[in-house]
Nanobody
């Protein structure tokens, strides 16, 4: 059973920084990509940043130049360094991973439990 465990989040003042991490564990064949989504109250979930197995990176326009996504050496951990945080970044941030459980299973999405990021003015 694949699990995604997130760390980080919390309360920070506008202009500050936070770092999120997400580690995948369990039985798996290959991770195609990992990334972060967020959902603010009353809004739809949106992609924040995603990095593929081949290191292709995609950022939301709203975080480009402020957030940086990276992977750990073992490629089972993804980090999100968030700088110059704005009040509008307040949301629940969820880790997402596209994983092959085995060579014969289809790739599927896995989600972390979510971590709250609050940015105060």
């Amino acid at each position: 059973q694949v699990q995604l465990v997130e760390l980080g989040g919390g309360l920070v003042q506008a202009g500050g920084s936070l770092r999120l991490s997400c580690a995948a564990s369990g039985s798996m064949y290959r991770i195609e990509g990992m990334g972060w989504y967020r959902q603010a109250p009353g809004k739809q979930r949106e992609l924040v940043a995603f990095i593929t197995r081949t290191d292709t990176i995609n950022y939301s326009d709203s975080v480009k130049g402020r957030f940086t996504i990276s992977r750990g050496d073992a490629k089972k951990t993804v980090y999100l360094q968030m700088n110059s945080l704005e009040v509008e970044d307040t949301a629940v941030y969820c880790c997402n991973a596209e994983i092959w459980a085995s060579p014969t299973d289809p790739v599927r999405d896995y989600w972390g439990q979510g971590t709250q990021v609050n940015v105060s003015s």
